[in-house]
């Protein structure tokens, strides 16, 4: 059982920078695959970054490739998503998510056995 906590959200203007924190306690988050989603209203959720158990491969959607950085601190049990560059299209509710490390479809939601409550992302002009 692992229970994920996102931190970090908040409003911030276009080019502008954020980080995202996703906390783990119950377990440790080396044992896992852990990555990002994100949510505007009416839309699906959608992938955004992953990381894999030593943190040696990382994944990004196209859409955010070049700007944010997915990273893990495994003594601290931590998981952070460094955005840089926002644009307002990055506005969104973002969540932690936690699951096997042998997740092949990273991208898929059903692929992950646990979820933060979310962090709301505002970006505007």
């Known amino acids: 059982q692992v229970q994920l906590v996102e931190s970090g959200g908040g409003l911030v203007q276009a080019g502008g920078s954020l980080r995202l924190s996703c906390a783990a306690s119950?377990?440790?988050?080396?044992?896992?695959?852990m990555s990002w989603f994100r949510q505007a209203p009416g839309k699906e959720r959608e992938f955004v970054a992953a990381?894999?158990?030593?943190?040696?491969?990382?994944y990004y959607a196209n859409s955010v490739k070049g700007r944010f950085t997915i990273s893990r601190d495994n003594a601290k049990n931590t998981v952070y998503l460094q955005m840089n560059s926002l644009k307002p299209e990055d506005t969104a509710v973002y969540y932690c998510?936690?699951?096997?490390?042998?997740?092949?479809?990273?991208?898929?939601?059903?692929?992950?056995?646990?979820w933060g409550q979310g962090t709301q992302v505002t970006v505007s002009s």
């Open positions: 998510a936690a699951g096997p490390n042998t997740i092949v479809l990273i991208t898929v939601t059903s692929k992950y056995d646990y």
């Open positions: 119950g377990r440790t988050i080396g044992s896992y695959a």
């Open positions: 990381i894999k158990w030593s943190g040696g491969s990382t």
